[in-house]
């Protein structure tokens, strides 16, 4: 079982940078891949990124590729998502999640693990 709380969350706006972090429970944090969603009002929530059990390998969704960095420390059992530039389509939930599987887990039913997920709000 694994347990992850998301914070950092807030209203910021837009070409600002945010600092979301997922806090992990048990001792097994590093034997997961760990993935950041989102989800806008009305939408599905999407993939953003994912990170590799060593951090060494990470993959991106095209619409946050070279502004967004995930990033984790197995130590902390915390992985971490940048976020630069941010646009006002950026606005969503963003929720941190585990994956027993394999890297490069992109889709929802991959994840066995979900935060309560952390409110962004990009302003113009």
């Known amino acids: 079982q694994v347990q992850l709380v998301e914070s950092g969350g807030g209203l910021v706006q837009a070409e600002d940078s945010l600092r979301l972090s997922c806090a992990a429970s048990?001792?097994?944090?590093?034997?997961?891949?760990m993935g950041w969603f989102r989800q806008a009002p009305g939408k599905e929530r999407e993939f953003v990124a994912t990170?590799?059990?060593?951090?060494?390998?990470?993959l991106y969704a095209d619409s946050v590729q070279g502004r967004f960095t995930i990033s984790r420390d197995n130590a902390k059992n915390t992985v971490y998502l940048q976020m630069n530039s941010l646009k006002i389509e950026d606005t969503a939930v963003y929720y941190c999640?585990?994956?027993?599987?394999?890297?490069?887990?992109?889709?929802?039913?991959?994840?066995?693990?979900w935060g309560q997920g952390t409110q962004v709000t990009v302003s113009s």
């Open positions: 048990g001792r097994t944090f590093s034997s997961y891949v």
């Open positions: 999640a585990a994956s027993p599987g394999n890297f490069a887990a992109m889709k929802r039913s991959e994840y066995a693990y």
């Open positions: 990170i590799s059990w060593s951090g060494a390998r990470t």
